[in-house]
């Protein structure tokens, strides 16, 4: 959830000064990006990994302290929950063998963290959402020890007022209140960053958006939670009522969430989303920095309280240069290492082909249209049935076999990735959904066995996972 802070208690002079350098950075960054002083450079990927500590009894053990001090190793972080860990990758271009580049650097890397967490007597898990947990789980004894976490906790549950109220209606229904955020640390997603050249952000951000519904199903791989059946994709509604806060009232559209879709494209600029955080969210870690506006701090620091599906970020390249990148957060971690290597060159080149096709002819779907796509697909998976660019519904299966996955191909093409790798990684995703099944399929088929109970299902899905074949081989066993 973000970076670190040094303090765990605010005054309300804080949050008066942090707004007054939140609106100079604002204005900066406006200044930098109408100038084009941002990066131009050929597009980079990336990407964070969620997973699971789990232990032989397939439940979350909040043993993240002592597994990551353990493992000592630079790309690997603490999340919310003290069962939860972070696998980052060290940035690629996005052209080549980037693709087989990522996967043997992240196959090194969970190897590593695998054996470390077999020393703890436990399991690293790579899931959407872990099928045989606990609400009792949920509590403030299993938060990570981090400032940021617990001052989060106290400010979301301030501005709401209330306790949150979770209710999801799937297959079965969850209905349940809680009295924190740690409901949020029952969701662990494979974000995807690119970061891409100033004059294309705003671009590849709406190709983001309307590559959401593609993603979001393809690579679903969450339908339980708290032992209920619910979407094929329950992290998108768990994690938006879990941090549920609005922003600013008064505005026409109503407060904006902080876990949303987003409010609109960006119709002229990226810069259009940062404005939109000036304006319609409120500060909730108002920790004051000592570095010039130019290090954009607090805009970076408030930027990371808001999170919609995609997200546009700010960094700097080697030599100092601000650059954009855009983060894809629709994904469920997992089933596999492979195909989560799969899942981003998916992305990845679906991404870019419509950012082609944007940059050419314009937007071709209303804003509307690409939310209601997101939903149906994060709720239906595959069997979904969405409304596309002639303006005619069509089965989501469908027309991944019939338009995407041939865009993706292209867009992959378009960056000069090998054909090895597209070949490899794309025909993972082509197999998965001519086979139709994702990990939530899987999931819920081996559900049906008989005798069949969440705690065996994840047994047999770990065991799976340590295989390294692509969930659409994955036998019922």
Known sequence: M?????????????????????????????????????????PVAGFE????????????????????????????????????????????????TVF???????????????????????????????PTLKPSAMNLKNMSDMNRYHVLNEQI???????????IGGIE???????????????????????????????????????????????ANAPYLFGKNLWHES???????????GGYGGSARGPLKRVSFGSGYARASIMECF??????????????????TEKLEHLRLHNGTIWRWNRPLVGFDEDHTPHIRIEHRTPSAGPTIIDSIANAAFYYGLSKDLCDEIMTTGIPLDFAQAKDNFYQAAHHGLDSHIVWFDGEKHGL????????????????????????????YLGIIEQRIANKQTGSQWQRQFMQLPQATLKSMTKAYLAHQYSEIPVSQWELN
């Open 397 to 424: 299966q469908k027309l991944l076999q019939t338009d995407l996955l041939a865009r993706a191909r292209k867009g992959l093409q378009s960056l000069a990735i090998t054909s090895a790798d597209i070949d490899t």
């Open 157 to 167: 549950l301030n501005i709401r007022g209330k306790p949150i109220h979770l209710d």
């Open 2 to 42: 973000g970076q670190e802070i040094n303090v765990s208690a605010f005054k309300p002079s804080d949050f008066t000064q942090f707004h007054q350098k939140l609106s100079q950075e604002t204005q900066y960054l406006k200044d930098l990006i109408k100038q084009g002083q941002c990066s131009q450079k050929a």
């Open 275 to 292: 404005q939109e955080n000036l304006e319609h969210f409120p500060i909730l870690l108002p920790e004051l920095f000592s570095d010039p």
């Open 49 to 96: 990994i969620e997973a699971w500590l789990i232990d032989d009894a397939m439940q979350a053990s909040p043993k993240n302290v002592s597994f990551l001090k353990n493992l000592n190793d630079p790309l690997a972080f603490p999340e919310l929950a003290k069962f939860n860990i972070e696998l980052n990758s060290i940035p690629e271009q996005l052209t080549g």
């Open 173 to 219: 229904h969850l209905k349940f209140d809680h009295n924190d955020v740690m409901l949020e640390s029952a969701t662990t997603s494979l974000q995807l960053h690119t970061q891409v050249p100033l004059d294309q952000a705003h671009h590849f951000y709406n190709a983001s958006i309307i590559a959401s519904a593609a993603i979001v199903a393809s690579c």
């Open 100 to 130: 087989s580049n990522l996967h043997k650097n992240l196959s090194q890397t969970w190897e590593k963290a695998c054996e470390h967490a077999q020393a703890l007597n436990n399991h690293i898990l790579i899931i959407g959402t872990l």
């Open 235 to 245: 992290r998108i509604p768990l994690f938006e009522q879990a941090i549920e806060a």
